[in-house]
């Protein structure tokens, strides 16, 4: 493991990498590394050597799966860099990275344009309210077309992005870019490795477009700051300086958003970003402060240690790992910490800077800076570490609901007792991620953000902790409950030698309103039962009601009075009443028309405009009920209630009707009547699975 450079506060930068998945992130940030030396070689994601992509399902599937962090050094300045996986079922990676950025880079790709990745990578940072720079990548690919993208990324996302580079050809031809800050061409030397360029006047065909360009940033820059303008209108120019210091306070603002562009697999474009990345995004200390109650924190070494953790990961050989951000105060090797949690302490062995899977050593780590330890024993991905005896309690990451659920069981008998130890570390690794035995439905439910994120935590726990397991379809937690009022008799006698059995009981049950639950009536006078028997009636009818009249599932919301009976002196017992009880209710509830209840989900549906038509249709047909829609810009709301059994991998469907731009969330609205031939179809099965 090496040792690392320790960086103060004003010569870090952490910047999230956003995009679409496939836009180049992953690239852009290798580049990045290797131009900057603190990689030593260029990777490929195609061949599984980009730095920051090493998981074996990463491979597998050839895509980023996880959060990881790396670092340039450039101008005397280590740029954090925290590459995220643009596929909607892992967006809780992508929430994680925007929480401890400070700056973000989109990545859009020259050839795609603006994507739902994208569109839902900029509301995070929208939301989150840190400044950001687009890059156009891929530049040197067919068909790519920086006029085109940037165009798209003004429509689509914001009025105010503005180029402060322009290519020097598109595709093949690509070969170089002009910085409209210096107004120069860089022209890329062929063969080069590291980005190297050659610096030269602005080539002819390319003048009047540069001309153009450069006066509009000018003419932007200058309505950023009074004097600025006043002198621009009078005839000045605005010098690069001037520009650099006007552009990094607009972006601060969220008045501007440049635009570079670049082709990362050639390190074209690559210095210039290394450069800007330095002079516009803000150190930790310009961030925004971060707020505990009415105390705000600042990224200050002498103010009082406060370190959000923000992934933790399990690695073979190692054990766990965990990645903080320090929001305030500065952490030494070794040091002694606690967990504000719960106040639990923790000593930070091996403090170190994550480089990819590498992590490198370091003695210690200052205000704004990321870093990684190994084997705490209380923490987990949320916690805020302290100094010993504090408690600041830092703002947590919202992770996305888990809208998926599917049911799962061990290959094997032996997977099968695995389980219950192996789920936690999963979800410990992706709180999006999460499962738990469900005793009534008889089946462990997995939930997650969508079918691909469920199949990679099943690879995951296979090539971690080989257990390997099935999929089938979760089952329905329905209900049953009566719909009018009914009495009889229920009697259990039985003599056989000795001393008999004997229970009578006279019940009448009626409903209760829809969630009111079950409530037991004692209308027993004259001591017809003694008192002392009364709780087993009800015990018995409880009982009974558990396993239901009509497909074996609890009956609920009903009230259940008992108003008379009969007892021996001698054969009378609990148990005897307990039966009767059970008797009782069973020929009582016959007669009360049950039927059964079927839980209903309230869906909200978030979808571009132009398919509210096909979503509306498609809930529709899933016997859902539209309750209303809230429009907001550009995008409805669509709120509907929907039987749960109808709403079995409708993301996947969701998301091919809207090509991946709306998504879902769902909470269990209650229970209602669910049709008669539903009714029919869950009996059957009911008896075909006890017949089994």
Known sequence: MASAKEYTTDHIRNVAVLGHGGAGKTTLIDALCYVSGTSKRLGKVDDGTAVTMHAPEEHAHEISIQLTPAYAEHMDTKINLLDTPGYLDFTGEALSAVRVADAAIIVVSATAGVEVGTERVWRYCQDRGIPLIFFVSMMDKEHADFEGVFQQIKTRLTEQALPVEIPVGEGDDFHGIINLFSERAHIYKSGTTKGEYDESEIPDELKDKEAQWETELQETLATTDESLLEAYLEGGHISREEAIDAMARGMARKDVFPVFCGAANKTFGIRALLRKLVELCPNPAEAAPELVGETEYVADDSGPLAALVFKTAAEPHVGELSYFRIFSGTVSNGAEVSNASDGKPEKLNHLSIPLGKERNEVGTLHAGDIGVVAKLKHTHTNDTLCSAGQKIPLTPIEFPNADIAIAIKGATRADEDKLGEVLPKLHEE?????????????????????????????????????????????????????????????????????????????????????????????????????????????????????????????????????????????????????????????????????????PVVEVTVTTPDEYVGDVMGDLTSRRGKVQGMDPDSGRTHVRAVVPESELYKYAATLRSMTQGRAHHNRTLAGYEPAPDSVAQKVRAEREEDASH
């Not at 257990?467 to 719909?483: D, F, M």
């Not at 309103?513 to 009800?538: H, L, N, Q, T």
């Not at 609990?574 to 020929?587: E, M, N, P, T, Y």
């Open 430 to 598: 992706d709180p999006t991620f999460s499962a738990s035995f469900n005793p009534e439905l008889h089946q462990t439910i997995a939930r997650g953000v969508g079918e691909l994120h469920l199949d990679v935590q099943f690879e995951r726990m296979e090539r971690k902790y080989g257990v390997k397991v099935e999929t089938e379809q979760p089952r329905i937690a329905y209900r049953e409950t009566i719909t009018r009022q009914g009495e009889g008799q229920g009697r259990h006698k039985k003599q056989s030698g000795g001393r008999g059995q004997f229970g009578d009981c006279w019940i009448r049950l009626r409903p209760n309103p829809r969630g009111a639950g079950y409530e037991f009536v004692d209308s027993i006078k004259g001591g017809v039962i003694p008192g002392k028997y009364v709780p087993s009636v009800d015990k018995g009818i409880r009982e009974a009601a558990g396993r239901g009249v009509i497909a074996g599932y609890p009956l609920v919301d009903f009230a259940a009075e008992c108003y008379d009976g009969s007892y021996h002196s001698v054969d009378s017992s609990d148990i005897a009443f307990k039966l009767a009880g059970s008797i009782a209710f069973r020929v009582v509830a016959e007669k009360c028309s049950p039927v059964l209840l079927e």
